[in-house]
């Protein structure tokens, strides 16, 4: 059973494409987040939801919009995608709003060409 | 703002030696310490916390003792196994019912264990 899971694991398009990250978790959490790794491995969170409701906007560039159409989903989507984007992008999530301990999924890895 | 620190990598190490891997933190408040582990084409996995200082977090053989009077939370395993290669990330969360919770991640230090 996979608790916290993304598609794709992986994708390749090209600047100025629209592409959209799906992650679903069957832990019961109420809070889910999104965060990207450069490469460099550097960990940084971009959103966090929580009972569908965005509670962390990090300084992020608006071509990327979260959506959580219910609790155990959080998509990201991604408007006019640029070279810098390329990253692996992590779905995590918790139960309750204040904790450090983290679910993450294994990560889609998109790359910008 | 809170901010990680953790020693650079990478490390190599033979099989059955001893691990020290250096974290050092700043934050305010009380935030709560954290290891995680990332394998090869894998997502991060807790490896152990320690909510409060002098709390000790332990798993798989690994061990953390969050010291307040220092700011730090090494991470140490007496014998590693080449099984414990990876990226390990030191991190601490803080927030509050109406910030949410964020976690605040190191740079990850590159562990290779060579037989």
């Known amino acids: 059973d996979t608790a916290v899971s993304q598609t794709p694991k992986y994708l390749v398009t090209q600047m100025g494409n629209d592409k959209s990250i799906k992650c679903e978790q069957n832990l019961g959490h109420d809070t889910m987040y999104w965060y990207k790794q450069d490469s460099k491995k550097f960990l940084k969170i971009m959103f966090s939801?929580?009972?569908?409701?965005?509670?962390i906007n990090e300084t992020v560039p608006n071509r990327f919009s979260p959506k959580s159409p219910d609790k155990a989903h959080l998509n990201l989507h991604i408007n006019s995608l640029e070279l810098g984007d390329s990253a692996v992008y992590f779905c995590a999530s918790s139960q309750g709003i204040k904790t450090g301990e983290q679910y993450f999924g294994p990560g889609t890895r998109l790359t910008v060409t | 703002g809170n901010s990680v620190t953790q020693m650079e990598g990478p490390v190599t190490l033979s099989e059955e030696a001893f691990l020290t891997i250096n974290c050092t933190y700043t934050?305010?408040?009380?935030?709560?310490l954290f290891w995680y582990v990332q394998y090869p084409g894998e997502g991060l996995q807790l490896l152990l916390k320690?909510?409060?200082?002098?709390d000790k977090g332990s798993n798989k053989g690994f061990e953390a003792t969050y010291r307040k009077e220092t700011t730090s939370f090494h991470l140490e395993k007496g014998s590693v196994q080449v099984s414990d290669s990876a990226v390990y990330f030191c991190?601490?969360?803080?927030?509050?019912?109406?910030?949410?919770?964020?976690?605040?991640f190191g740079e990850g230090t590159q562990l290779t264990v060579n037989p």
């Open positions: 939801y929580n009972n569908k409701e965005l509670i």
């Open positions: 991190a601490l969360s803080s927030g509050s019912e109406t910030s949410g919770s964020r976690l605040t």
């Open positions: 320690a909510t409060k200082a002098d």
């Open positions: 934050a305010t408040g009380y935030p709560s």
